[in-house]
């Protein structure tokens, strides 16, 4: 196979470097103009070493996170490709994952995918042939150079495995056995989902350090009040403590957003400074313009890392 | 017990709509403990088509709708009412209105929509536990069934989503990881959840599924 020339570090090469790991998310439109899209691509391919691209992300019918993935690296920066086992089945991942390969995408993050009644395509068949654990051993099956049917490529693929994990699931102790499968199935980093509560993170890092990964933060960005109550209210497994809600709503009248990216930026500061975690992701929805705002208050500039 | 729901009244006067004259059949198990299929609902049907002019010539419950032969047997019992009508109107599961289907040649048509194999928790109250995989798991999941409890089938642990032991798609329903993992803890066999279950075999019988039971030696005709 050709040599693919690489714009950027892998998300492999940055770890292993000890660099502290810093990414962003694109998350893909809802038809065939992506111009938004490359714009949100543009204003985040030097500040962050990496980019997430959702798979129908909460189970919406989107652009594909394969193709944006393609768009990143065509505009220099580095995707790392969500893959989920919702739309697709173990077949037509194993085939999606050949063409990643091929085209030089080097990270995969390994997830089941949200339930398909969650989405705006309510009626579909909800696939789930496998699931997270699984895909992340599918990957490692084909890194051996075979297929799920036990059959032989005419080469063998790969990829540095990711995947996520629920610091505030309640239960906790379920999750960590999860967590605990995906690490012996092959992922070799973690992002968490949303965190907000610092101690509650730094005792699940106590845990989670005790395996041999690297694990980001995973940040949700705050833009009011409401959906900080939102999120604490409707999205299992994340939690916003107090004192981050009435932080929110103190905010100026129009100036929530503001505070949300100083939440943001002091928790990036403490979670790098106090060496809470290998890095971070950002995740802004739809506000990517306001991340290198947030890494510059943070202090964080990744070329100088 | 598979678990039907009657299909609102005026979508089966729609698959009516050709007919003047209708035979009903119901189910005097599954059907009639769902009330969908018993003697009061195929009553009641009675009374609801011929109060829109439409000729109920006659009906005959089921002892199992789904038994072919039996239904074959009933079917020929009530030549003469099922002679006269113009269709057939099965008050049972869709196993059922196709056994229907094998004993006449009359134009047959669903009463229910038939939703999943379910346990009865009482009277009027069914759940889904088995999803009829054809590779039963429940030897290393304490005896509760993510394939057909958890809302995405996941075999190897809990999903980001559950929430105090509840489903995210449904806090009405327990996260079946959720129970798994406290029923494996009290059996100390937690190791069991710990273990990768590989993906699953979804061809273990051969769609549409065909069973035949060998038949003793000596014993019936064939091999």
Known sequence: MSEIKHAKPSIEEILDNGKFLVSGEIGPPKGPDIEEMKEHIELLKDKVHAMNITDNQSSVMRYPSLATALLIKEAGGEPNLQVTCRDRNRMAIEADLLFAYTRGIRSVLCLTGDSVPVGDHKDAKPVFDIESVQLINLIRTMEEGKDLGGNEMNAPVKFFKGAIVTPEAVPLEPQLIKFEKKVEAGAKWFQTQAIYDMDNFAKFMKTARDYPVKIQAGLVLLVSVGMARYMNGNVPGVFVPDDLIDEMASAEKGKAIDTGIKIMARQVKQIREEGLADGVHIMAIGKEGVVSRILEEAELDITQL | ?223
């Open chain 2, 1 to 223: 017990m598979i678990v039907t729901r009657q299909k609102p009244f005026e979508v089966i006067l729609k698959e009516l709509e050709d007919s003047k004259s209708v035979f009903l059949v119901g189910c005097g198990d599954c059907a009639t403990a769902c009330q969908t299929g018993g003697e009061d609902q195929v009553k009641e049907m009675t009374e609801k088509l011929s109060g829109e002019g439409k000729e109920v010539t006659g009906s005959v419950i089921m002892e199992t709708g789904c038994h072919e032969l039996d239904l074959k047997k009933e079917f020929r019992a009530h030549k003469d009412e099922l002679g006269k009508s113009g269709a057939v109107l099965v008050m049972s599961c869709g196993a059922g209105c196709q056994a229907a289907r094998e004993g006449t040649e009359k134009p047959v048509f669903p009463a229910n929509d038939t939703l999943f194999l379910g346990n009865v928790l009482r009277v009027g109250q069914f759940e889904e536990k088995c999803r009829l995989c054809g590779d039963c798991l429940l030897d290393i999941t304490g005896g509760i069934c993510p394939v057909a409890r958890c809302h995405k089938g996941i075999l190897n642990g809990p999903c980001g989503g559950t929430n105090e032991g509840k489903c995210e798609v449904d806090p009405e329903k327990d996260c079946a990881w959720t129970l798994i993992y406290q029923q494996l803890e009290k059996e100390g066999k937690l190791d069991k959840m710990r273990a990768y279950q590989p993906p699953k075999n979804w061809n273990t019988v051969l769609k549409p599924g065909r069973l035949v039971l060998e038949r003793e030696k000596g014993g019936g005709k064939g091999e």
